[in-house]
């Protein structure tokens, strides 16, 4: 016989009883893309919570729907919080694909499908003139910039976007449900073209796992670093948080390190600088900025700069191997504001000319665009920059960048506060690529 407080204290956890029995869930979601690295490819990710098969069914726009299909597999990715949830992360690489074709697709299993997304396969073509838009630091409270990305992507304007690190503020919150409702955020633009990543300080949680599991950049190393070509450009991503995040390896800098400069060395061979003569690297946190805080690149000494002389053995810092190598273009984030740098090698200018400052510039170009919207708002700017800072924005907003050919690259800043209108643009004109452009 059952005690009436025992009754009603199993009555009490009735709710608990019902609510413990987990949905079954199949559904894909959190659909993207990535550029595999390698001509005709397109990897496409996707979650689900529980175990289900990896496969992409697609077909050519306007052909019959789904006429061929691909077979990935999925991780396990189980999240370090406290509730340790448990996500499968599926990966299909899509192979020989037709450049510039437009393909319709789905992705999923005979336990569930997504809907139905389109993409255009990159083109081949190194004359091709690829179109970015490009920013960091977007969360999932107050993505500002994200409405106007989704509605221009929609319309076909970008080829690639790059999101320069900072994602979500955090994944890992909420047992990582803020990843997922991030990932699903994006999936209206990042479901139709290829979204490349880097790593910022906000992906640092649990080692960036987060990081590491959710995206599928080229290459072999969870998205850390990378590279990759399109049009006349070799694009280099890469992670500045190995200066800032030794407890997770400090070999990581040096290993990076040794990476970029191989990397820069095949990149800068005769027959490959011809055919893609610009170099744009990719990176969170800048060598330079003219913010009020109190942030890395503030500093003369900045570790992503000049590397770190307070640990053994010394880490080497970033610019010197850029410059050596030529690097044209450095795209940056972390200051949730838009800072456009005039040539600037050592702390000092070297403009092409006084009339012509990116045409033929004596040094790499720096871009600063960290300000899409994210919970912590934008920046201040130190009311006193170096003669460094050509132009500055506090208004929410992204970039937009075309390589238009193996001497013109245009770039633009979008005011999302002012309603989409562009408030400083510049063409980099060069002649010359690689370090002799310098002299
Ligand atoms: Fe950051």
């Known amino acids: 016989m059952v005690s009436v407080q025992t009754a009603s204290l199993l009555l009490s956890f009735a709710p608990l009883l019902v609510l413990s029995v987990p949905p079954i869930w199949t559904q894909p979601e959190q659909v993207h893309l990535s550029y595999a ?10 979650t689900t919570f529980n175990k289900t098969d990896s496969k992409v069914e697609y077909g050519l726009q306007g052909g019959r729907l789904f006429e061929m299909s691909a077979e990935g597999d999925a991780t396990v990715f189980v999240d370090s919080g406290e509730e340790k949830r448990k996500m499968f992360i599926h990966r299909v690489t899509l192979t020989d694909l037709k450049p510039a074709a437009t393909y319709v697709y789905h992705c999923g299993s005979d336990e569930g499908w997504s809907d139905i997304f389109s993409f255009t396969a990159l083109n081949s073509s190194s004359s091709f003139s690829p179109r970015f838009a490009l920013y960091g630091d977007l969360g999932n409270e107050n993505p500002q910039s994200l409405a106007r990305l989704q509605k221009e992507t929609q319309l076909g304007i970008y080829d690639v976007i790059l999101h320069i690190g900072d994602f979500a503020y955090d994944m890992h919150e909420d047992n990582a ?22 790593p910022g300080n906000h992906e640092s949680t649990y080692n960036f796992s987060n990081y590491r599991n959710r995206f599928s950049m080229p290459g072999q190393t969870e ?26 390896g400090m070999e990581l800098i040096f290993k990076q390190y040794n990476w970029l400069k191989q990397d820069l060395e095949e990149a800068n061979k005769p027959e490959n600088r011809a055919a893609r003569p610009w170099i744009i ?15 890395d690149c503030t500093k003369f000494d900045s570790w992503v700069r000049v590397g770190r002389n307070d640990i053994k053995p010394p880490a080497p810092g970033l610019e010197d191997l850029f410059y050596h190598y030529g690097v044209d273009v450095e795209l940056w984030a972390h200051e949730h504001t838009y800072e456009r740098l005039w040539p600037v090698y050592g702390d000092k200018v070297y403009n092409g000319s006084k009339e012509q ?11 600063i665009t960290g300000s899409a919207g994210c919970r912590e708002r934008t920046d201040r700017f130190n009311p006193n920059p170096k003669e ?16 238009v050919n193996t001497t013109h690259i245009y770039l633009e800043q979008v005011s ?18 690689g370090f002799s452009a310098w002299l």
Request: proline share 4%; hydrophobic share 35%; aromatic share 16%.
């Open 281 to 295: 690297t990719m990176g969170h946190r800048p060598m330079y900025c003219s913010d009020d805080d109190q942030d």
């Open 416 to 433: 999302d506060d002012q309603y989409g209108k562009v408030i400083d643009s510049i063409w980099v004109v060069k002649e010359r690529h």
């Open 223 to 248: 998205s850390l670093w990378y590279s990759w070509n399109l049009g006349s450009a070799h694009i280099i991503s890469f992670s500045t948080e190995v200066y800032f995040y030794l407890e997770y």
């Open 357 to 367: 400052p990116y045409v033929n510039p004596k040094a790499p170009v720096h871009i």
């Open 37 to 46: 690295g390698v001509l005709g490819s397109m990897v496409v990710t996707w």
């Open 177 to 198: 449900r803020i990843g997922d409702e991030f990932m699903r955020q994006i999936q209206s633009i990042a479901a139709y073209v290829p979204y490349m990543t880097c």
């Open 388 to 403: 460094w800072s050509a132009f500055r924005s506090t208004d929410y907003g992204y970039s937009r960048l075309q390589v």
